[in-house]
């Protein structure tokens, strides 16, 4: 089991202890727990394995250490098994519905013997859910909502978690007999903001059968749904599916392009080779003779022109070589035919984090500790982005509280040396579009970023005249995570984004890619939109710790996605360029 195995698990025991009402102090201890899990740097694995005494990291007593070792030896807890018997596992999906919390969920169980989100959806639209107390037809028709917005989203995973969960199959196939190459392809190599299922491609030469074997054979493994000669599929418990393809290295090139995708990107590569009597498959390029039908052709008939790499399918095509980031046929075949492909912003190019926050709000790391950490990554600067006082839940600044912080900045400035620490904060945009910190304590900061985190519900005209009257407001620098979705649990706001997008470009306010892997906020499409209206975009991590900030690598992902070079990016540039547009309003 990989560490996020145990989290989900541990994370759905904490679920189900709280629909079935257990003691909430037991219920936030796996709670804590799961944050522990998610922390860490090693495989539970391995220090298991090594007999390792797991009480001794933070936040695991006797109990959940042994639930944890039972776990990693028989795959179970008996524990959460009982508690399984009593209220079924398939509860926890309705508690990721909007409006339906976990006494909600016990009540829909205990009285109208909902199981599942299929149950649910039943009884909403026969109204047996809307008579029951504490729902209502208001609510729902909220969560009927919630479950149209839930299904479009099943089979669908955060990037970050796939990664987590392909990382023993990789280990796995370091083993593997023959294989001289191993390429991640499909949707998660083009670094999309979901993902379905993931594409592994093996360089082998000759019989790929010993691959294969070798790859069904994962221990991890739930099932095995394909096994054959240069095929195999296996099936992950958590769900996720994984396809390997045995290549051999004289077609390996062409199979990484084509099985990479998307589907689009090549359809419009094999438009492009028609019409230079060429024909692109996951066997290499072919010229095709004058006369035949290429239809008629086999798999690797005709003269092969390439297919070894990449670089050579593309030149074959006259094209420039297309980072997989591109590959959606957003214009990328055009501009590969003509030589202007971006070029695309890296993590070397990145030289700060806008946004992050401490303890002086809902950070877990003190102001300090976040700044010694953005100096070891070798920033030149940072902003400290604690939330504003409208955020009362999680100590959010009050005006006397910002001004305190202001002078522990001072503090920490004088004693981490080579980076720029800006006074900041992520003032709340309140219902009406009004700034949660009054104008004088807004003059004081280096940097302002402007957020929406409550009346999600609003209406799009309403949303967007709110949002629009907030990045009016002269001090306002970045709108942070502008249309407050998170993936695969909470769509975007009902907002004109586009209206948006041009007032931000008008008004010279930067518009953030929030990089925490659950928000990816704004989408690749409307970065594309961003750099075509000149909007300065700014890659943030939002992290609570200094292990959030390596989320960063996330944002330039989808920065990528939306073409940005180095020049759209806000904190690519150097601190004093950084400054000279904070003062661009004063020169």
Request: charged share 30%.
């Amino acid at each position: 089991m990989e560490n996020i195995d145990v989290a989900r698990t541990l994370e759905e025991f904490a679920d189900l202890l709280e629909i079935q009402g257990a003691n909430p102090f037991r219920i936030r201890a796996y709670r804590n727990v799961v944050s522990t899990i998610e922390g860490l740097s090693r495989p539970l694995k391995a220090m298991v394995d090594a007999g390792e005494d797991l009480t001794e990291l933070p936040s695991v007593g006797k109990d959940i250490a042994a639930h944890i070792n039972e776990l990693m030896s028989t795959g179970t807890i008996t524990r959460l098994e009982e508690v399984a018997a009593e209220y079924p596992r398939t509860l926890v999906q309705l508690m990721r519905l909007d409006g339906v919390g976990p006494k909600k969920a016990r009540k829909l169980f205990t009285e109208l013997d909902v199981r599942t989100v299929d149950d649910l959806q039943v009884a909403l639209e026969a109204g047996r859910v809307e008579s029951l107390e504490g729902f209502g037809k208001k609510s729902a028709q909220k969560i009927l909502r919630s479950i149209e917005e839930h299904r479009r989203h099943v089979g669908r995973f955060l990037r970050d978690e796939v990664e987590q969960l392909l990382a023993g199959v990789l280990d796995h196939m370091k083993t593997a007999p023959g294989v001289e190459r191993l390429e991640i392809a499909g949707s998660l190599r083009r670094r999309k903001e979901t993902i379905g299922d993931v594409d592994l491609l093996a360089q082998c030469e000759g019989d790929g059968t010993a691959v294969v074997d070798h790859f069904v054979a994962f221990p991890g493994a739930d099932r095995v749904e394909a096994a054959g000669g240069t095929k195999g599929n296996i099936v992950l418990r958590s769900g996720l599916s994984i396809d390997l393809r045995v290549i051999p290295a004289r077609s390996f090139g062409a199979a990484l392009q084509y099985f990479s995708g998307s589907k689009e990107h090549n359809v419009a590569m094999r438009t492009r080779a028609v019409r230079k009597r060429l024909r692109v498959n996951e066997w290499g390029v072919f010229r095709i003779p004058e006369g035949v039908d290429p239809e008629a052709l086999g798999k690797e008939a005709g003269e092969r022109i390439a297919g070894d790499t990449e670089e050579g399918v593309y030149a074959a095509l006259g094209m420039q070589w297309v980072p997989p980031e591109l590959r959606e046929n957003r214009g990328e075949i055009e501009a590969a035919l003509d030589g202007t492909l971006p070029r695309l912003v890296t993590l070397d190019d990145i030289r700060g984090d806008l946004q992050m926050h401490s303890t002086w709000s809902d950070g877990k790391a003190t102001l300090e500790e976040m700044a010694r950490a953005c100096r070891d990554r070798g920033y030149e600067y940072m902003a400290i982005t604690d939330h504003s006082q409208a955020m009362a839940m999680v100590g959010g600044l009050t005006p006397e509280r910002a001004r305190a912080q202001w002078e522990e900045v001072e503090e920490v400035r004088s004693r981490v040396e080579g980076l720029d620490i800006l006074r900041s904060a992520e003032v709340d945009i309140l219902k009406d579009g009004r700034l949660d910190l009054p104008d004088e304590i807004l003059a004081g900061l280096d940097v302002v970023l402007v957020s929406v985190h409550s009346f999600m519900d609003q209406d799009k005209k309403t949303m967007t005249d709110r949002v629009l009257r907030a990045i009016r407001h002269p001090e306002v620098d970045i709108l942070a995570h502008p249309t407050g979705r998170l993936l695969n649990r909470r769509e975007p706001f009902e907002m004109d984004v586009e209206a948006i997008l041009a007032a931000a470009a008008e008004l010279d306010v930067a518009v953030e890619v929030n990089a925490n892997p659950n928000r990816l906020d704004l989408s690749d499409v409307h970065v594309y939109r961003a750099r075509e209206l000149g909007v300065k975009v700014v890659l943030s991590t939002d992290a609570h710790s200094p292990r959030g900030l390596d989320d960063m690598r996330f944002g330039v992902d989808q920065a990528r996605r939306g073409w940005l070079e180095p020049g759209d990016v806000l904190n690519a540039l150097p601190v004093a360029g950084l400054r000279a547009w904070l003062g661009r309003r004063s020169t």
